[in-house]
């Protein structure tokens, strides 16, 4: 029973302080939507410059993943496409692609990385397919 104190003809009982719930972990994902659509979402921070590095992306190369990923998510670990349901920096279809959390950025941009250099020889080549047609 919590402390109380007596006074005059009546009684009062200290309440005790709730304990404070822990807050959670910053960089740990949260799980957004219903059980069937089920995806994680990125909170954790850094920088594209954090994220291309940590990603393996030479120097040489983040102008050409800054233009691309500019357009595609806008720098957005989050960003989903509605209607192809693309998700995280490079737009990966479908996200279940991205070994990890297709929402981590590095684990998206390490993706990207094997599909800029699978189809166009490397985030030089993507540009400059970028370029020409809108898209990548």
């Not at 995806?39 to 594209?48: D, E, I, M, N, T």
């Not at 233009?67 to 279809?93: D, F, K, M």
């Not at 941009?109 to 699978?118: D, E, M, Q, T, V």
Request: charged share 15%; aromatic share 14%; proline share 10%.
């Amino acid at each position: 029973m919590p402390p109380c104190c007596e006074r005059d003809s009546y009684t009062a009982a200290l309440k005790p302080k709730p304990k404070p719930k822990p807050a959670p972990a910053a960089s740990s994902p949260r799980v957004v939507g219903a059980a069937a659509s089920v995806r994680l979402v990125y909170s954790g921070g850094g920088s594209p410059a954090d994220w291309m590095a940590a990603a393996g992306i030479a120097q040489s190369d983040w102008g050409y993943v800054d233009y691309i990923v500019g357009r595609e998510s806008g720098w957005n670990p989050n960003a989903t496409n509605r209607s192809s349901g693309a998700c995280g920096l490079v737009q990966a279809l479908p996200w279940t692609k991205v070994p990890g959390n297709g929402y981590n950025p590095v684990d998206n941009l390490r993706w990207g990385s094997g599909y800029a250099k699978g189809r166009y020889g490397g985030w030089q080549g993507a540009y400059a397919f970028w370029i020409s047609h809108g898209w990548w």
